[in-house]
């Protein structure tokens, strides 16, 4: 070990009055037993895909239809802004279709004379 592990550990020893690595387990190796397993629990279900699915809290279901309806309006609002922007395109794109005759018109009519 480094030399701050070997402080660190020292320290440790003195603190909890530990003088050997033994002293660390509360069993030694042949008292281990495994961790039982235990029956599962009604709560368990809800992590489990085969379950039926658990009963919808009302406040929940508020919070959500609120979030659908908010997405919808903003969806609508943006569809509208977008057909919005595309007429004011095309009329700009025609005013530049007339400026654009009218300066061939122009041409033709200084040709002329």
């Not at 592990?5 to 190796?29: F, K, N, P, V």
């Not at 309806?69 to 025609?94: G, M, N, P, V």
Request: cysteine-free.
């Amino acid at each position: 070990m480094g030399e701050i592990a070997d402080a660190e550990l020292a320290a440790l020893e003195t603190q909890q009055g530990a003088t050997d690595e033994d002293d660390y387990s509360d069993s030694s190796d042949e008292e281990y037993r495994p961790i039982p397993r235990y029956s599962p629990r009604p709560h368990d279900a809800e992590g489990s895909s085969s379950a039926a699915p658990p009963q919808s809290d009302p406040a929940l279901a508020a919070i959500l239809e609120r979030m659908r309806q908010d997405q919808a309006r903003q969806a609508e609002s943006t569809a509208t802004a977008i057909a919005q922007l595309q007429t004011r395109q095309d009329q700009f794109q025609q005013q530049q279709q007339d400026y654009q005759r009218q300066q061939q018109q122009l041409q033709r009519d200084q040709f002329e004379f």
